[in-house]
Structures are given as structure tokens and as C-alpha cells.
């Protein structure tokens, strides 16, 4: 390790050398000798543990009747099965998917694509599965999709957490929750003797664990600048800790406030804009309700261009004035898809350029274009918030979407009608809806002027609407 140290120092670099997990056996005598130049920080972090010796409270844990109705319900998705992975080829096949799964995942919540922000990444972890017997990879399988899988590292009778990836699809059914549980029951299996979580703040750390021990966080600095702004920061941190501490308030709520604050600067002067432009000029907004009955008349093709909750290509979105940053996006489509909705993709040379959403079994459509939530019938589905590139327009990518949105709900045959909604002005999108066999059956109203809007509807026979809280 003082090799490694003393090669960095002596580039003279401003970097930083993080090593985020340091097992509580691991050795540590190598700190008090380190090259010249080079300072450190240790930190202790808490380390949730398993107990893979107590195997009949793991068992009991998976036989719990919360984790029963679980796998009953995703049993009718599909056969469920846990494998162990011990063959080279079909790891290195499953990497790239369990890569798609993190990068997702941690660029919705914390703005970080492990895989993504760092193309060694990948073959690191090829190269650890190709040469070393260390690597553990186990998969939970729903038919033929993965649910769930996780690839960590083993070390002695130890399992110690690694890359944890969770399909967004399965959501609902807890799929980490059930993946550790069938986890820790093979690991004993298998001789281990404990499961390592790694420090971190996880629910399901917590619901697992059954001791905890003490790891570490070291960070390296090579020059005295960053270690002196780092060093200065963590005071700062722990006063205001202190400080808040003092006021018996919990840091998370005063994390919560603060983010409460900022969406209600934005919530006002969102409002003032609109009384402005209101005060200016009468606005109205005409939005047109499309619906389409099945069995259709005609059957539709899904287009091969478009992939169906294709998360590699969401994660080739690239942000474009006027349109939300790439984490928001994220995050946004990771909450649509664990909620059961549908994405249909178009990506190209490394880009998304067109996107659209799938609701089924929709109640209340909320049309954030009127302010108006409308009731639809049982049965319904809705199509919406599609998107294609400028430098993509005019290929049909928006008709092929529906198409494939249609031709899956046709397949299914558990949706009455399908609607779809559309500016009035939107001539090109309403002649696509129109060709594809769509029925106008109302308009909604929206206009504002100065501090007064009125709502009003034609058409919607048997639909009624009610204005949106929010709005």
C-alpha cells in the first residue's frame, strides 16, 4: 500500500485517495508509516452484520408473512428462483445489466453513475471475475427477467457487500428485501459464516443485521491544500452538529426545512411570472381528449426501434435547454416505473432522443396543461409526456411509439380504451393520433386573465373532471 502511496506523492498531484470501507480486521499499522508528504483522515463508520450461524431466524425471516405475500404475488408474474452464479461466462454476461441497474438507481437518488463516471470501472470487475476466486454473484429471477442481483466480495468466511442492482419494474414486491434474505440463507449453506453490509444508512441494513462492528474510512492527501480544506470542513460539520444538536432538532429535519424552502421560493415565483404574463394578455389553452376502443379494427405492429422500460436507454439521456436536468429525469422516470408505468424509448449513437410514457388501469388522469384531474372509465389506459429530439423530428419516431404503446395493451387484453391528450395547436401529433385510428370525444378549456382562470369542457360525454388541488 506504501508503494501505491509513494508513486501518487511523487506526482505531486492536488488529488485524493479514498478508500470508503476498511473492515474492522483489516490491517491498519501501514498509517503510522506512510511516505513523507502524504497526511490521512480516519473516520469509524458503523458496520451492520449478519449472522449467517443463526440460519433459523434467516429461515423464520423468509417464512414471515409479510415475505410470503410477496413472493405469492410475484409468483403470478412469473417462476421465482435465486441462482448462484459460479461460472466465468455467464457473469461476465450478467455485469453489464447489474452496471444499468446501479447507474440508474444511484443517478435518480444521489446524482452518481458509479459505471458511467468511470469507464475502468467495468473492466476492474471484469478482470476480478476473470482471475480471481473472491467474486460471489448471486441472481433473483421473476420468469425470465432479473429482479434483483448483487456482486460482492468474499474473504475468508466472510461475504462483504458489494454492487447491489434492483429492476425498478419489481419494485412493489421489495426485491432487495427478498435478494438478502435468499443471500444470507445460501451463504450458510455454503460454509460462510457471516454477511458483511459495508457501513451505510439503508433500511434494510438495519432490518437485517443482527450485530454491528467497527470499520473505517481513510482519505489520503498527497499536498497540504486539500487536506487543510478538508480538515477545516469536518470542524465546521461537527460544530454545526453541535449546534443543532444543542437545539434538540434531528439534522434530517433541518435538511427537510431547508429543501421546503427553496421549493416554496421557486412555488412564488412561479406564481408572480404567471399574474404577470396574465395581467399582460388573455390566455387560452385548448386541450383535446383522443380515445380508442379495443379490440381495435386493425392490428398495429410494435416497432423494433422501440425499446419497453429499456433503463440503458434512459440513462442515454442528455439534458437540452428547456428540458430538466439529467438527474431530475432520472429520478422522475425511476418513481414512474416503481409506480407501474410504462417508458417506450428511442436511443441513438449514445443518445435518447425520443421518449413517451404508458399508464394501465388508469382512474384519474391529471392534465397539468388545464389544471383539470378527469375521471376516465374502468379499464383505461393512458398514453403521455412523449418527447422527441429536434434533430429526430419528422421520422415518425412518435407514431412508432404509439404503435408499440397499442400493439402491447392489444396483447394484454385487459384494457377497454386507451386515451391520449393533446395541445390543439399540436397539428403534426393530432394527424399522427388521428391516423392511428383515435376518436376526438372533447376538449378542455383553460383561461387566465389577470388574477381570474375559467375552466370549462365540450364534449366528454360520461367523463367528469374536477380542478386539480395543486393548481
Not at 17 to 33: C, G, N, V
Not at 85 to 109: I, K, S
Request: charged share 25%.
Amino acid at each position: 500500500m506504501n508503494q501505491v502511496l509513494r508513486r501518487i506523492a511523487d506526482e505531486g498531484t492536488h488529488m485524493t485517495l479514498e478508500l470508503r470501507y476498511l473492515p474492522h480486521d483489516a490491517p491498519r499499522a501501514f498509517l503510522s508509516d506512510l511516505p513523507s508528504g502524504v497526511r490521512h483522515q480516519l473516520q469509524a463508520r458503523r458496520d451492520p452484520v449478519v449472522d449467517l450461524v443463526e440460519r433459523d431466524r434467516l429461515e423464520r425471516m423468509l417464512k414471515g408473512k409479510s415475505v410470503r405475500n410477496q413472493l405469492n404475488r410475484l409468483s403470478r408474474v412469473g417462476a421465482v428462483r435465486f441462482e448462484r452464479v459460479f461460472d466465468t461466462e455467464p457473469a461476465l454476461e450478467l455485469l453489464p445489466e447489474l452496471a444499468v441497474f446501479c447507474d440508474f438507481r444511484n443517478g435518480a437518488l444521489r446524482g452518481v453513475e458509479p459505471f458511467r463516471s468511470d469507464a475502468r470501472k467495468m473492466g476492474f470487475w471484469k478482470a476480478m471475475l476473470r482471475n480471481h476466486d473472491c467474486c460471489h454473484l448471486s441472481v433473483l429471477r421473476v420468469g425470465d427477467e432479473i429482479c434483483a442481483a448483487h456482486l460482492g466480495i468474499a474473504s475468508r468466511s466472510t461475504l462483504h457487500l458489494g454492487i447491489m442492482g434492483f429492476n425498478p419494474a419489481f419494485a412493489q414486491f421489495s426485491p432487495g428485501k427478498l435478494l438478502n434474505g435468499y443471500l444470507a440463507i445460501g451463504l450458510a449453506s455454503e460454509g460462510f459464516i457471516t454477511m458483511d453490509l459495508t457501513p451505510g444508512a439503508d433500511s434494510y441494513k438495519e432490518h437485517l443485521a443482527t450485530t454491528s462492528r467497527e470499520a473505517a474510512e481513510v482519505t489520503f492527501y498527497f499536498t497540504a491544500l486539500p487536506y487543510v480544506l478538508s480538515t477545516g470542513k469536518q470542524r465546521l460539520k461537527l460544530r454545526m452538529k453541535q449546534f443543532i444538536d444543542g437545539l434538540g432538532v434531528r439534522p434530517d429535519s433541518v435538511r427537510a426545512m431547508a429543501r421546503i424552502g427553496y421549493d416554496t421560493s421557486l412555488d412564488a415565483l412561479r406564481r408572480i411570472r404567471s399574474r404577470v404574463r396574465r395581467g399582460l394578455r388573455e390566455e387560452t389553452v385548448e386541450l383535446r381528449a383522443y380515445s380508442l376502443e379495443f379490440p381495435m379494427r386493425v392490428a398495429l405492429e410494435p416497432s423494433p426501434n422501440v425499446k419497453v422500460n429499456s433503463l440503458a436507454s434512459l440513462l442515454e439521456y442528455q439534458p437540452v435547454r428547456g428540458l430538466c436536468s439529467r438527474q431530475e429525469f432520472l429520478k422522475d422516470s425511476l418513481a414512474r416505473i416503481e409506480a407501474g408505468e410504462i417508458a417506450f424509448t428511442v436511443a441513438e449513437n449514445g443518445r435518447l432522443v425520443h421518449w413517451g410514457w404508458l399508464v394501465r388501469q388508469q382512474s384519474v388522469s391529471s392534465l397539468c396543461e388545464v389544471g383539470v384531474d378527469l375521471v376516465l372509465p374502468d379499464a383505461s389506459a393512458t398514453l403521455y409526456d412523449f418527447f422527441t429530439c429536434p434533430s429526430a423530428r419528422g421520422r415518425g419516431l412518435y407514431k412508432d411509439s404509439m404503435r408499440t404503446m397499442l400493439a402491447r395493451l392489444e396483447s394484454e387484453r385487459a384494457t377497454a380504451r386507451a386515451f391520449i391528450f393533446v395541445l390543439s395547436d399540436n397539428i403534426s401529433s393530432i394527424r399522427a393520433i388521428e391516423k392511428l385510428g383515435f376518436n376526438l370525444v372533447g376538449s378542455l378549456f383553460r383561461s387566465d386573465r389577470a388574477a381570474s382562470t375559467r375552466r370549462w369542457t365540450t364534449g366528454l360525454a360520461g367523463l367528469s373532471w374536477s380542478v386539480t388541488n395543486s393548481r
